[in-house]
């Protein structure tokens, strides 16, 4: 009955993305992306890796949405003032502190 579906269903879960196979499950990864809930399963082999990699592993899509949010994060973050001039007004400011002591 239900066990048997839930046994299918945990199957298809580590079935890889990339080749289908739910073979080799040494070789599966689980994806760590969407803080830990992807859990997408690819076979090292099939995303161009020779080994197991250390630590945590994001699955394509994962790794692409966080190129994502990290270029939209780093735009946000930047400063809209043009460094060039920040840069000179820096290099104007700095005479001033830099004449000669009186004793």
């Known amino acids: 009955g239900e066990a048997e579906e839930d046994d299918e269903d945990e199957e298809e879960d580590t079935a890889c993305r990339i080749c289908g196979a739910a073979t080799d499950e040494d070789a599966l990864l689980l994806c760590d992306g ?3 809930r992807c859990n997408a399963a690819y076979h090292y082999y099939c995303v161009g890796l020779s080994t197991v990699p250390e630590g945590d592993w994001y699955c394509p899509p994962c790794c692409k949405s966080r190129a994502e949010l990290a270029a ?3 735009a ?3 400063p809209q003032a043009d460094t060039g001039d920040v840069g000179e007004a820096r290099s104007a400011a700095a005479p001033s502190r830099t004449g000669a002591s009186v004793k």
């Open 34 to 36: 969407r803080g830990g």
């Open 76 to 78: 946000a973050a930047a």
């Open 72 to 74: 939209a994060t780093a």
